[in-house]
C-alpha cells in the first residue's frame, strides 16, 4: 500500500521560505515507474500543480511559480522537498504531495498524500 | 497554461439518480484527461484516466468519455458515498491544470 505523508510548519510569516517534505512509504522515489509530485489548493479554489520530481533527477515546474520553486529528493530517507521563497497571503493552501503514474508527458496523480495547511500569516 | 472548465458547478442528486458532469478544455487535449473525487477535509482520489480507464479499485458505476475539447463523467446510480466534489484535469500539456470543481450534493 503506498503511502504520502506532508510534514512541515503549519505557519510562515511572510517574505519567509515555505518548506514541506513528503515522506514516501510501500514505494520508492529511485522507482523509475513514477514521477514524484507537489500539488497545492487555496480554500475554495482550484488545484494547482507546482512541479514533480523523477528518479532521474530530472524536476519540473510550473513557470507561473518556477522563479520561487525548487523541489529535491532524498533517496536515503526515501523523501522528497518543496522549498518555495518570498511567500505572500496568496501561498496560504493545503499542500498535497502525490504519486503520477504519468510519463515524460503526462501527469496522472494516482496517490495522494492528505495534505498540509500552510498559512502565510504575520 | 490550458483553462479548464466544469459544467454544472454543483448539482443535487437522490441515491440511485444518473449523475452526468461535463469538463471542456479550451484547446485540445486528445484523450488525456482525468477525473477526481474529493471529500471534504481529504485529498483528491483518482477515478478515471486517459478519458476512459478506470483506475485500480473505482466501481464501474463511474464512467469516463470524451476526446479533443469535451468529456464527460457519469455516475450510473449515485451512492451514497458519492457525494463529494469532481474535479477534471488535463494531463499532457504542462503545465497540467484542473476545472473549477462539480460539487454534488444530497437533494
Known amino acids: 500500500q503506498v503511502q504520502l505523508q506532508e510534514s512541515g510548519p503549519g505557519l510562515v510569516k511572510p517574505s519567509q521560505t515555505l518548506s514541506l517534505t513528503c515522506t514516501v512509504s510501500?514505494?520508492?522515489?529511485?522507482?523509475?515507474?513514477?514521477?514524484w509530485n507537489w500539488i497545492r489548493q487555496p480554500a475554495g479554489k482550484p488545484l494547482e500543480w507546482i512541479g514533480r520530481?523523477?528518479?532521474?533527477?530530472?524536476?519540473t515546474y510550473n513557470p507561473s511559480l518556477m522563479s520561487r520553486v525548487s523541489i529535491s529528493g532524498d533517496t536515503a530517507k526515501n523523501q522528497f522537498s518543496l522549498r518555495l521563497t518570498s511567500v505572500t497571503a496568496t501561498d496560504t493552501a493545503v499542500y498535497y504531495c502525490?504519486?503520477?503514474?504519468?510519463?515524460?508527458?503526462?501527469?496522472?496523480?494516482?496517490?495522494w498524500g492528505q495534505g498540509a495547511q500552510v498559512t502565510v500569516s504575520s | 497554461d490550458i483553462q479548464m472548465t466544469q459544467s454544472p458547478s454543483s448539482v443535487s442528486a437522490s441515491v440511485g439518480d444518473k449523475v452526468t458532469i461535463t469538463c471542456r478544455a479550451h484547446?485540445?487535449?486528445?484523450?488525456?484527461l482525468a477525473w477526481y473525487q474529493q471529500k471534504p477535509g481529504k485529498a483528491p482520489y483518482l477515478l478515471i484516466y486517459?478519458?476512459?480507464i478506470l483506475h485500480s479499485g473505482v466501481p464501474s458505476r463511474f464512467s469516463g468519455s470524451g476526446s479533443g475539447t469535451d468529456f464527460t463523467l457519469t455516475i450510473s446510480s449515485l451512492q451514497p458515498e458519492d457525494f463529494a466534489t469532481y474535479y477534471c484535469?488535463?494531463?499532457?500539456?504542462?503545465?497540467?491544470?484542473f476545472g473549477p470543481g462539480t460539487r454534488v450534493d444530497i437533494k
Open positions: 510501500g514505494d520508492s522515489i529511485s522507482n523509475w515507474s513514477y514521477y
Open positions: 484547446q485540445g487535449v486528445s484523450r488525456w
Open positions: 484535469q488535463q494531463t499532457n500539456i504542462f503545465p497540467p491544470t
Open positions: 502525490a504519486r503520477d503514474r504519468g510519463d515524460d508527458d503526462t501527469v496522472v496523480l494516482d496517490y
Open positions: 520530481i523523477y528518479a532521474s533527477g530530472r524536476i
Open positions: 486517459a478519458a476512459s
